[in-house]
C-alpha cells in the first residue's frame, strides 16, 4: 500500500524500514532501478522522494541515464567544460523515453496519415506537436552523440532502434514524395527526412522480395526527384535547399534523401569490387569527426577537408533527361514510369585530392565547432533539440558562424577513365550548424593550366550528413558552373573521406 505524503511528520512502517537505513545504500540499489520504477518509488513518501528527485548532484538519475545505457553528454562534442550540476538527469531521461513511446504509439502513426494530405504542415496542429516534438527529442540524442571513431555511440544505437521499430518512418503514404510540395523546414516532414538519411538504406538487405520491392519503389520516386528539373533554381543556388517563410536557405532533407537513395541503389548494380569504395553509411557514421584521419585536421581546418576523397557522380544521358522533363512521349514529362525496364543512367567514381588554403584571418578560427553560448545551462541544449547541430535555429543565406569562418581549399579531381579537373571551393557552417560546400570544376586545356584561366564547366552544392567531419560525408547536386537557360542539366554525387585500407589510386582498383 502506498506511504502517504499528506504529512511529513508521519512515515509509515513500510517506508519507515527504508529510511532506518544510510541514504547511500538506498541510493546505491535505486541505481538498478528502471526509470519508470524510480518514479513510483519517489510517490510512495516525501522523504522517499526528496531522496530520488531534491538531490542536487542527481545521481540516481545521472546513474540510470548512463545505465540505459546513453552516451554521457559531458563528453559530447563542445562540452567538455560541462558539469554534471549543469546537466538535467532526470528530465533528460524522462523526455527520451516519452519520445520513445510516443513514436512507437499507432495512433502516432494513424495520426500522421490522417494528416497526409496536409503532410508539408505535419507537426504544426495541436494533435501533432507531440510527434514533432518527438522527433525533435531524437535529433537532440543524435546532437550529444560521443565523437570520433572508436567504439560506438549508445544514443545512436537507441536512436536507430526507434527509427526501426516505429511505422511514423516505414508508413508508405509518409516516406517523400516526388510530387508533393517541398514540405516547410523544421516541419515534421523534414524531421523524419533527416532522420532518414542518417539511416541511409542501412536497414534494408535488398535481399528479400520484400526489400527488393521497396527498393524498387523508392529508386524509381527516388530518380523522379533528383532528375527534375523543376527543383533547380536560382533562388536555391541549384542545390538541395529550400527557402523558410523568411527567404532564408535551409536544407531541404527529403532532397538529400532522394540524392542518397540513387546513388546508392546504383552503386548496387556494380560488381562486388566496387564495394571497397562505398560510403560509410548507418547511424554511426553521422558522428562528429568520425572520417579517417579527422584528428590530423590542422587546426583551421574544423571540417576536416583536407585529404583524399572518394566521390560518386550520377547523370542522365542529356536526350534522356531532356525527354523526361520536357517531351510529350511516353506518357508526358516527368512520368515514374520512365525509369521502367531496366533503365540505367551513367555512373562514374571519382578520386578527389583536397588541400586546404590558409585562412584569411589565422588566428580567427578554432579547431573544433563548439555549443553556443546561453543563459540557459548547457544540458538544456540536448533536451530541446536546439543545439548548435540542431534544426530549430534558422540559418540565413551566406549567414556564417562568426567562430568558424569559410574554409578554402582547391585541390583536384580524377576519373578512372577521364583526365583530371582542378576544384576550388568553400566549406562554411551556417548558424543553425548546417555544413555547406560549393565549389566549381575546373578544365585546363593543353595550354592552359592556372585556376584562373581554366573553364569553369561543372559547379556543386552539398550539405554535410550528420555531424561536423562525419563518415558519412556529403551529399549533393552538381550541375554547370555558368546558367544561361532552363534545362540545365544537374544529377546527384556523394563524396566522403576515403578509408586508409582503400588504395591510393583509382587504377589500383578493380572494376
Not at 537505513?21 to 518514479?39: G, M, S, Y
Not at 544514443?155 to 526507434?162: F, K, M
Not at 527509427?163 to 517523400?176: G, I, K, N, T, V
Not at 586546404?356 to 563548439?370: A, G, K, Q, T
Request: proline letters at 7%.
Amino acid at each position: 500500500m502506498p506511504c502517504s505524503s499528506s504529512t511529513a511528520t508521519t512515515v509509515p512502517s513500510a517506508c519507515s524500514s527504508l529510511l532506518t537505513i544510510p541514504q547511500e545504500l538506498t541510493e546505491n540499489v535505486l541505481k538498478f532501478c528502471e526509470p519508470r520504477d524510480l518514479a513510483r518509488f519517489a510517490a510512495t513518501c516525501r522523504p522517499l522522494r526528496d531522496i530520488v528527485y531534491n538531490d542536487n548532484d542527481q545521481v540516481v538519475w545521472r546513474v540510470s541515464f548512463l545505465s540505459h545505457p546513453f552516451d554521457d553528454p559531458r563528453q559530447a562534442l563542445g562540452c567538455a567544460r560541462l558539469t554534471s550540476a549543469e546537466v538535467d538527469w532526470a528530465g533528460m531521461l524522462q523526455q527520451w523515453l516519452h519520445a520513445e513511446s510516443v513514436l512507437l504509439s499507432r495512433s502516432t502513426v494513424l495520426t500522421a496519415v490522417l494528416n497526409e494530405d496536409n503532410a508539408s504542415e505535419l507537426g504544426d496542429e495541436d494533435e501533432d506537436k507531440p510527434i514533432r516534438a518527438s522527433l525533435l527529442t531524437l535529433l537532440a540524442a543524435y546532437n550529444s552523440a560521443l565523437p570520433g571513431r572508436e567504439g560506438s555511440s549508445a544514443n545512436l544505437q537507441w536512436v536507430e532502434s526507434v527509427l526501426l521499430r516505429s511505422a511514423l518512418f516505414a508508413h508508405e503514404s509518409l516516406l517523400p514524395s516526388p510530387s508533393r510540395a517541398v514540405p516547410a523546414p523544421d516541419s515534421a516532414q523534414q524531421l523524419i527526412a533527416q532522420l532518414q538519411c542518417y539511416l541511409a538504406l542501412s536497414n534494408e538487405d535488398g535481399q528479400t522480395k520484400a526489400s527488393k520491392a521497396r527498393l524498387a519503389s523508392l529508386r524509381s520516386s527516388s530518380r523522379c526527384y533528383v532528375y527534375d528539373l523543376r527543383k533547380y533554381r536560382s533562388e536555391t543556388l541549384w542545390g538541395p535547399y529550400t527557402l523558410s517563410a523568411n527567404g532564408r536557405l535551409r536544407v531541404n532533407w527529403e532532397h538529400v534523401k532522394h540524392i542518397q537513395n540513387v546513388v546508392l541503389m546504383n552503386l548496387r548494380d556494380f560488381p562486388d569490387s566496387w564495394k571497397r569504395v562505398w560510403p560509410s553509411w548507418g547511424v554511426q557514421s553521422v558522428r562528429p569527426y568520425s572520417a579517417p584521419d579527422a584528428e590530423k585536421r590542422k587546426p583551421w581546418d574544423w571540417a576536416g577537408v583536407e585529404g583524399k576523397w572518394r566521390r560518386v557522380v550520377c547523370f542522365m544521358d542529356y536526350r534522356d533527361l531532356f525527354t523526361f522533363n520536357f517531351s510529350s512521349l511516353n506518357e508526358g514529362p516527368l512520368n515514374p514510369r520512365f525509369f521502367d525496364d531496366d533503365f540505367t543512367e551513367a555512373v562514374r567514381l571519382m578520386e578527389v585530392d583536397l588541400k586546404v588554403l590558409d585562412p584569411i584571418d589565422p588566428s580567427s578560427p578554432m579547431s573544433s565547432p563548439d555549443l553556443p553560448t546561453s543563459s540557459r545551462p548547457a544540458a538544456a541544449f540536448f533536451a530541446s533539440g536546439s543545439s548548435l547541430f540542431g534544426t530549430s535555429a534558422p540559418s540565413a543565406r551566406g549567414d556564417t558562424h562568426p567562430q568558424y569562418p569559410p574554409i578554402r581549399f582547391e585541390g583536384s579531381s580524377k576519373g578512372v577513365h577521364s583526365g583530371t579537373s582542378k576544384i576550388r571551393g568553400t566549406v562554411q557552417m551556417l548558424r543553425d550548424g548546417t555544413v555547406r560546400w560549393n565549389f566549381i570544376l575546373c578544365v585546363p586545356t593543353d595550354q592552359v593550366t592556372s585556376y584562373d584561366d581554366a573553364a569553369n564547366r561543372w559547379s556543386a552544392e552539398a550539405v554535410q550528413v550528420g555531424h561536423v567531419g562525419s563518415a558519412m560525408g556529403i551529399a549533393g547536386i552538381w550541375t554547370v558552373a555558368v546558367h544561361e537557360e532552363v534545362g540545365d542539366p544537374a544529377g546527384p554525387f556523394w563524396m566522403w573521406k576515403a578509408p586508409d585500407s582503400l588504395p591510393k589510386d583509382l587504377d589500383q582498383l578493380t572494376f
